[in-house]
């Protein structure tokens, strides 16, 4: 544990991106290695199994369940359409029968004499997969997906809700440090990623919907804020799966808090380009963290990375960010490593560094409040 | 797989722990004739990507405890070293693990109070964290019970459901929900879902006709044979085999760790489950255990025999923390706080741990607000617990015409914290707090014990190691249970009983080998004595009419308290504990309460800049 | 207050008129003078009353202070001949005369009674008198008081239920059993039974005894268990098929419910317990419930019940079968809180109400069971007047 390992989130001008999508169950998959794609093309389809319609047929007609198959009119794997006659009982002495009608279109699959149950499944839903990435495909799992690779510029965020989107970048904001209020938001950001600079308000959000835009991407949110604009608590960070009409992307976490310089700072270097944004946020086991990826085109594409991925340890001269109270949001320079745990003000014992902030001051932080500035 | 040679001759022991974040590694040999935990390391675990094979983190672990303890352990080709020599490797290793999420069970059966329950006890005891207990009467319908089972992604099914010659229908509906909505397994497309059927023996060669491709069927006994009884075991048994052949086989590095370890690899909660229950047993007492880490909260407990595990899923300090507040509300979080905070920032705060979840509290204010939080997600989740572990529901009654008035139904809760013998903390935020006081407030106001109650800390969370060793070698694991896992944080004693504050509450007499102390508490009060961790000392408590120290309301208890480094607490805010969430009331009585325990002493200069 | 001086004016009553008598038949013996008569005797009918009583007053005798009292008689005006009605002691000017026909009219006459037996010249009422019936009775004022109190409790916990106040009810342990019972049924594939007693839907029981079918139909149809429901009155069995089929489709599963499961047996007493005991030797279902009006079958069908090992649940308002119940079932709702359970099931705001007023009705009487004894054995053990009185006043006024 000598090298301390403090993750933190990436923020590159040009990488070198790959991304995996693939199907959740086997199908088809629709691009070739070498391929070009786009960013909304679908690079591979499949059906999924239809609904299940459950029936007690026993229950419906009253009968025992042992007599279900001989009063189906239908035998499994034969498709029925909604309104036909699905099963008719014996009645007695050929009269007083009663008969089942069907309400849902499907394929019998099953029928129970144990408890008279009738599975009925409905059509195949189709399944699509997006490139997300415009680039070129790479690698090819048979029916299951593919790696796409591009040149971009990538930036993580802290927290996201809301799925993948597509749109240009559009800057809201003058400055790193600026709110992104409800005034920024004009209704010509329709179908764009609107880059903001430190906490977006609720109204922008709503502004942001109303306009029609993809994406929002800031520095901070309000908790307060970000409940209203779901309708909920948040519990637990899994996110993704939300459908409020907008992806926001939140780079440093809740509250007043800007931006940092160097993301805002190549968010206006790449305005106007095509980018894709992901919410989905997962702080668990196999840590998902939301981004924007922003492909250089191909006449863009020079074959030359930047110093890119490697991640370096916590050294002296590193530039990191607080990551908690009392210094949280705060970006300095590490000046220091103590070896040995020190206590903290809480009356912990914890190792921690020095880190001169950019306001000047010196502070001591413990080193788990701290993340690196990626690049 | 097992050692050879009788246990005597056994002298190096290696357990390890695969957590998801953290490899640790302990080396347990004899000192002076009794078995101590001697050495430990820890690393990373490194089940995911870039690394993808538990074993590198497991064989980091041990390479720091070969280092410190001068014995090499690990050879050439990166492999533990076995059996031991002299100077080098070790007699046994063992492991547990709850990398990738432990494991992740959905449970369904009949009638969700009885047989679903059961199969929910058996999952839990196992160490599996139950996503739904599907049943015929959780009202849901038909189709929304399929959804539901679609869009969960579990390691295993366990079904039960009927006693035995009981019920079929039900049984056989719930596995033709299943067949067809074929839940996707987490790990890849070629993995076979295990479904293990515990119920009804009658319906088993049905619910055979019904499960058939892509689901990997294994039939056990009846886990409720009869309404009056569980058999949970070879349910339990079953999950562990499944967990080892199915789970771990798929999780990158398993294969390899299975062939190294001398007993099966357990999850880990079973294993802490496994070592309360062994030292309920050996020394006669019931135990309440709890584990609070970011993500969930898992409590055990072991009351005159029967053991209970209930998982909390969604409580917890970091990953959760967010959702303990959406549980409790704001203000039964703040009630804790000897000071007040800006809401909008706490909101703020609150989240961002949730999203930065490994950060720690770096002033006291932060810390102080994390232990509130601690206490609240702690009482939920025994809540939660009391709730579960009850006594058998649709059990039928033997009534006099005595009971005319006193009509008691079945499933009441056995949990009992009156009959409490010994509460045992885990996990960060209680093995961490700067000051074991605070471990010990946090435990006494979460759990509210009744009479006489010791309180301890798991040191390093060293149970799971133990749990599993108690399988193989359960003398030493006791051994070191008792003199390295545990540290002894005191005793509580706090009568049951609802008063008027400031009037009396109980009378108390203390005898030490070269002191005596008595005196009278007053209600709403508290009050530590101390008591070291070696002392013993005879304590007499005289409740006042209407309190009971565990021998009846108003009645002389006399027992013998083990102290702790924390000393003994006398608690007299009576049970239930009453804390107002009007912040002038409680702030007062938390401040009062923490100056007497000596919680937070540089909280008094914060506190008089805050007034 | 006058009831309470009847009751001691009869005995000297009596005495009077003999010394009355004395003096009328032995006038030889009357020696002496008579004393001076009292005066100004008005006769007035009595106000809050039904029409039989006429309060007399006069002006006392100029010699009253020897005297032994004043005679008071009476005549109505169709008998010829005055009689005694009251003797009074000195010092006492006035009289409420009771039972009096209000057909007639009254004629009254005083005269002063002297030491020497002797008795004055009369003063006499001039006009007869009629009682007159008034609408309200004044001596039942406390009980119009009690009546409006209990009346009134439970109207207004009506009214503050309908107004959305949470009335909560003490839990009853049967009830929770329900979802015991159906489900130790479903878990042993077995059906469940329901007894709704065997009288006819004229008995508030059964009705009550429905309500808690409608509890249970749903669980069962909740659960998916089978509910059977032989009855001994058809029309019983109509009322517990359409209770059954709205708790089936209020569950969420119209299509489980069966009309078949409830059936009728026989009116017939015995004929129907037999049916019933076969039934559960033969079915043995594993919840039975009994829950209306028992008379001799109740224990008939409990033990059949425990010894077929079901889980049972009884409830009945027969005071007799009560003990057998409680012995043989697991659960049993007792008496009142048999109607308790039909209000605490069905969650109306008017039960609720007026179970809750009920209550509050029963904490009166209570009280005032309490406070009466408490204060006869107080005045028993002090003697003191003043206890007494108000012991009196309690008794023999307050609650008649």
Redesign the interface.
């Known amino acids: 544990?000598s090298g301390a390992?403090t993750p933190g989130l990436r923020v590159t001008a040009r990488t070198r991106h790959q991304v995996r999508r693939l199907l959740?169950?086997?199908g088809e998959v629709l691009v070739k290695v070498g391929d070009r794609v786009e960013a909304r093309q679908v690079v591979a389809h499949t059906f999924m199994?239809g609904?299940?319609?459950?029936l007690n047929l026993a229950k419906q007609l009253s009968m025992p369940?042992a007599d279900v198959p001989e009063c189906m009119l239908k035998k499994e794997g034969e498709r029925v359409e909604p309104g036909e006659v699905l099963a008719r009982t014996k009645g007695i002495f050929g009269r007083f029968r009663t008969e089942y009608k069907v309400a849902v279109a499907g394929t019998i699959?099953?029928i129970?004499s144990?408890?008279g149950?009738v599975?009925i499944?409905g059509a195949e839903l189709p399944v699509q997969v997006l490139a997300y990435l415009a680039g070129r495909a790479i690698e090819i799992a048979p029916r299951?997906g593919c790696v796409i690779e591009s040149d971009v510029s990538f930036v993580q965020g802290?927290?996201g809700i809301g799925g993948e989107a597509f749109g240009q970048i559009r800057l809201a904001c003058e400055a790193h440090d600026q709110d992104l209020t409800g005034a920024r938001i004009t209704p010509d950001m329709k179908d764009c990623i609107v880059v903001g600079g430190a906490r977006v308000s609720h109204e922008a959000l709503e502004r942001a919907r109303g306009v029609g835009a993809a994406a929002i991407v800031s520095g901070g949110i309000?908790?307060?804020d970000?409940e209203r604009f779901l309708g909920y608590?948040?519990?637990?960070?899994i996110t993704g799966s939300e459908r409020v009409g907008l992806t926001v992307v939140v780079t440093e976490?809740?509250?007043q808090i800007a931006m940092a310089e160097r993301t805002f700072t190549l968010m206006a270097s790449r305005q106007g380009a095509d980018a894709a944004v992901n919410g989905t946020?997962q702080?668990?086991?196999?840590v998902m963290r939301p981004e924007v990826v922003i492909p250089w085109s191909r006449a863009e594409a020079v074959d030359e990375h930047g110093p890119g991925t490697t991640r370096g340890g916590l050294e002296i001269g590193a530039p990191v960010r607080v990551?908690?109270?009392?210094y949280?949001g705060a970006i300095g320079t590490v000046t220091g490593l103590p070896p040995e745990p020190q206590v903290?003000?809480?009356?912990?014992?914890?190792r921690v560094l020095q880190v001169t902030l950019n306001t000047g001051d010196g502070v001591i932080?413990?080193r788990?409040?701290v993340?690196l500035i990626e690049g | 797989m097992t050692p050879t040679g009788s246990l005597a001759n056994i002298r190096v022991i290696l357990a390890t722990d695969c957590g998801?974040t953290t490899t640790k590694a302990i080396l347990i040999q004899p000192v002076d004739g009794v078995y101590r935990q001697t050495h430990r390391g820890?690393?990373?675990t490194t089940v995911?990507a870039p690394f993808a094979d538990v074993t590198l983190g497991v064989i980091n672990a041990v390479t720091e405890v070969q280092e410190l303890a001068g014995r090499r352990l690990v050879n050439s080709e990166g492999r533990i070293i076995q059996p031991a020599t002299a100077n080098e490797g070790c007699d046994i290793y063992i492991s547990t693990s709850s990398?990738?999420?432990g494991l992740q069970m959905m449970v369904a059966g009949?009638?969700r109070?009885?047989?679903g329950e059961s199969a929910k006890r058996a999952a839990l005891g196992a160490g599996a964290i139950v996503m739904d207990v599907i049943a015929?009467?959780d009202?849901r319908?038909?189709?929304e019970q399929?959804q539901r089972i679609r869009e969960l992604r579990p390691d295993i099914i366990l079904i039960s459901?009927?006693?035995d010659?009981?019920?079929?229908?039900?049984v056989?509906?719930i596995a033709?929900?299943i067949?067809?909505?074929?839940p996707?397994p987490r790990f890849g497309?070629e993995y076979t879902l295990p479904i293990i059927y515990a119920g009804?023996r009658d319906a088993a060669p049905?619910v055979q006709n019904?499960i058939k491709e892509g689901f990997a069927l294994t039939v056990v006994d009846n886990l409720?044979p009869v309404?009056e009884r569980e058999n949970l075991g070879p349910a339990r048994d079953a999950i562990h085999n499944l967990f080892l052949e199915h789970v771990m086989k798929h999780a990158p590095g398993y294969d390899k760790l299975m062939e190294w370890v001398d007993a099966p690899i357990m999850p880990t909660p079973g294993a802490v489950g496994n070592i309360l229950q062994t030292i309920a047993g050996r020394q006669g007492v019931n135990v309440v255990g709890v584990d609070i880490g970011g993500?969930t909260t898992d409590v055990f407990s072991v009351f005159d025999g029967t053991f209970n595990r209930t998982v909390s899923a969604?409580l917890g300090m970091s990953?959760?923390i967010?959702?303990v507040?959406?549980e409790t509300g704001m203000a039964n979080v703040l009630r804790w706080m000897p000071f007040d905070m800006d809401e909008?920032?706490l909101?703020?705060?609150?989240?961002?741990?949730?999203?930065?979840?490994?950060?720690?509290?770096?002033?006291?204010e932060?810390?102080v607000f994390e232990q509130a939080v601690a206490r609240e997600a702690l009482r939920l989740a025994y809540v939660q617990h009391k709730e579960f572990a009850t006594t058998l529901?649709?059990?039928?009654?033997q009534?006099?015409?005595g009971?005319?008035f006193s009509?008691?139904?079945?499933?009441q809760t056995i949990v009992d914290n009156m009959k409490l013998d010994l509460l045992v903390a885990s996990g960060g935020v209680l093995s961490?707090?700067?000051?074991m006081h605070q471990t010990a407030m946090m435990l006494v106001d979460a759990f509210e014990p009744e009479g006489f109650t010791r309180l301890a800390k798991d040191s390093i969370f060293m149970m799971p190691h133990l749990g599993v060793l108690a399988q193989v070698h359960p003398q030493a694991s006791l051994e070191v249970f008792d003199r390295d896992c545990l540290i002894h944080l005191g005793a509580c004693i706090a009568p049951r009983g609802a008063g008027k504050a400031g009037r009396p509450c109980f009378r108390f007499s203390i005898r030490t080998g070269d002191r005596e102390e008595s005196g009278e508490m007053l209600y709403g009060d508290l009050r530590l004595v101390p008591l070291g961790e070696r002392e013993t000392a005879i304590v007499i408590i005289d409740p006042e009419r209407g309190f009971d120290c565990g021998g009846g309301p108003g009645k002389r208890v006399e027992r013998e308290v083990r102290g702790g480094t924390v000393g003994m607490i006398l608690d007299a805010r009576g049970r239930p504990l009453v804390v107002p969430t009007a912040r002038a009331a409680s702030r007062e009585m938390v401040e009062r309460w923490g100056a007497a325990l000596g919680l937070?002493p540089?909280l008094a200069p914060l506190l008089t800049r805050h007034s | 207050m006058s009831s309470s001086l009847k009751g001691k004016g009869s005995a000297k009553r009596s005495i009077a008129a003999a010394v009355a008598c004395a003096a009328l038949f032995f006038p030889a013996l009357a020696a002496g003078q008579a004393p001076a008569p009292p005066s100004g005797l008005t006769a007035r009918d009595h106000s809050w009353d039904n029409g039989t009583r006429i309060d007399l007053q006069w002006t006392a005798s100029a010699d009253e202070a020897t005297l032994r009292g004043y005679v008071v008689r009476r005549r109505s005006t169709v008998e010829t001949n005055f009689s005694v009605v009251d003797i009074v002691p000195a010092g006492t000017n006035a009289l409420t005369v009771g039972s009096l026909n209000r057909e007639a009219g009254h004629l009254f006459r005083v005269t002063a009674l002297g030491a020497n037996s002797l008795e004055s010249t009369p003063a006499a009422t001039t006009a007869p008198v009629f009682p007159t019936m008034e609408w309200f009775d004044g001596t039942r004022v406390w009980f119009l008081f009690t009546l409006v109190l209990l009346c009134g409790s439970v109207v207004a916990f009506i009214v503050l239920a309908r107004r959305g106040m949470p009335l909560t009810l003490r839990r009853i342990?049967?009830l929770?059993?329900v979802?015991?019972?159906v489900?130790?049924a479903?878990?042993?594939?077995?059906p469940c039974l329901f007894i709704p007693g065997i009288n006819d839907m004229n008995e508030i029981q059964t009705i009550a005894g429905l309500t808690i079918l409608s509890r249970v139909a749903k669980t069962a149809a909740?659960?998916?268990a089978k509910l059977e429901v032989p009855t001994s009155k058809s029309l019983v069995m109509t009322a517990a098929r359409e209770t059954m089929q709205t708790a089936f489709l209020t569950a969420?599963r119209p299509e489980a419910y069966n009309p078949d499961s409830v059936y009728y047996v026989t009116d017939e007493q015995f004929g129907y317990v037999a049916y019933v005991q076969g039934l559960m030797v033969r079915e043995k279902p594993a919840a039975c419930f009994y829950m209306g009006s028992f008379f001799a079958e109740s224990l008939i069908l409990a033990e059949t019940g425990n010894a077929i090992?079901?889980?049972q649940i009884a409830g009945t308002a027969q005071p007799a079968q009560l003990?057998f119940f409680?012995?043989?079932?697991?659960?049993?709702l007792?008496g009142e809180e048999f109607f308790a359970a039909s209000a605490y099931l069905s969650g109306e705001p008017d039960q609720l109400g007026s179970l809750k007023g009920q209550d509050v009705g029963k904490l009166l009487v209570g009280a005032g069971i309490l406070l009466g004894v408490l204060g006869a054995t107080a005045a028993a053990l002090t003697g003191s007047a003043f206890i007494e009185s108000l012991v009196n006043f309690f008794t023999g006024t307050m609650l008649t």
């Open positions: 544990m390992y959740p169950i086997p199994p609904d299940i319609t459950p369940p699959e099953s129970s144990v408890t149950q599975i499944r299951e802290i927290f309000d908790d307060q970000l608590a948040l519990g637990v960070a976490g809740f509250g946020t702080i668990r086991a196999g990551i908690r109270d009392p949280f903290l003000p809480s009356g912990s014992r914890a932080i413990p788990a409040n993340e | 998801s820890e690393a990373p995911e990398a990738g999420g009949v009638v109070e009885m047989t015929s009467n009202r319908r038909p189709h399929i459901g009927g006693v010659g009981g019920t079929t229908t039900h056989v509906q033709e929900l067949a067809p909505a074929k996707r497309s009804n049905l019904v409720r309404l993500a969604n990953y959760s967010a959702n507040f959406a909008r920032q909101r703020n705060r609150v989240k961002n741990k949730m999203i930065r979840p490994t950060t720690i509290p770096q002033t006291l932060a810390l529901k649709g059990v039928q009654q009534r006099t015409v009971d005319t009509q008691a139904t079945s499933g961490h707090a700067p000051r937070y540089e | 342990a049967g929770e059993a979802d015991d019972a489900g130790r479903t878990e042993m594939g077995r909740e659960y998916d969420g090992g079901a889980i003990p409680v012995a043989a079932c697991d659960y049993t007792i």
